[in-house]
T-cell receptor
């Protein structure tokens, strides 16, 4: 079955601390993975995708096929990173499966 | 930025009433989607459409209906058969292997 699991509903860190939002997926084919972010009062938007292998706003995510994971990391969290983060799997064709989301709260 | 426009922003439904949520896009995308967003459950797919005049059920299609008569438009009707319609509804579109673009959403409540 195709599934995306984000084990943490809420993650709270202090400003300047490292942050890691976990994402595990289940898919038998070749996955295409994304992280989407929803800031307060803004629409859901793409943060990054694994095929780009780029760093956006200091965030990176590496696809680990052996562990079927796509964790989102940032070495030094900022208050403006506080948002809802969704991991998503494009499971062939046009269908995308989203995880339940993790709310990141960065404390001053 | 334009892209995807959802209306209305807030909608109220009476018991036994059908309501229609509008979604329009000017991105020339072939595929469009409707999601339901509930706290703690992420985004759940209601319906999606890959091309005009064609659509498929998602994971929670019961109590909902859609149409895709034009490429730009993908309205969602929440019927009286949907027993728990209170939620935030998101429309999205995409082309090819591109990531999805989302609208601002419609919040539906029951009177």
């Amino acid at each position: 079955a195709q599934r995306v699991t984000q084990p943490e509903k809420l993650l709270s860190v202090f400003k300047g601390a490292p942050v890691e939002l976990k994402c595990n997926y289940s898919y038998s084919g070749s996955p295409e993975l994304f992280w989407y972010v929803q800031y307060s009062r803004q629409r859901l938007q793409l943060l990054l995708r694994h095929i780009s292998r780029e760093s956006i706003k200091g965030f990176t995510a590496d696809l680990n096929k052996g562990e079927t994971s796509f964790h989102l990391k940032k070495p030094f969290a900022q208050e403006e990173d506080s948002a809802m983060y969704y991991c998503a799997l494009k499971a062939g064709g046009f269908k995308t499966i989203f995880g339940a989301g993790t709310r990141l709260f960065v404390k001053a | 930025d334009g892209g995807i426009t959802q209306s209305p922003k807030y909608l109220f439904r009476k018991e036994g009433q059908n309501v229609t949520l509008s979604c329009e896009q000017n991105l020339n995308h072939d595929a469009m989607y409707w999601y339901r967003q509930d706290p703690g459950q992420g985004l759940r797919l209601i319906y999606y459409s890959q091309i005009v005049n064609d659509f498929q059920k998602g994971d929670i299609a019961e109590g909902y209906s859609v149409s895709r008569e034009k490429k730009e438009s993908f309205p969602l009707t929440v019927t009286s058969a949907q027993k728990n319609p209170t939620a935030f509804y998101l429309c999205a579109s995409t082309a090819g292997n591109q990531p999805q673009h989302f609208g601002d959403g419609t919040r539906l409540s029951i009177l």
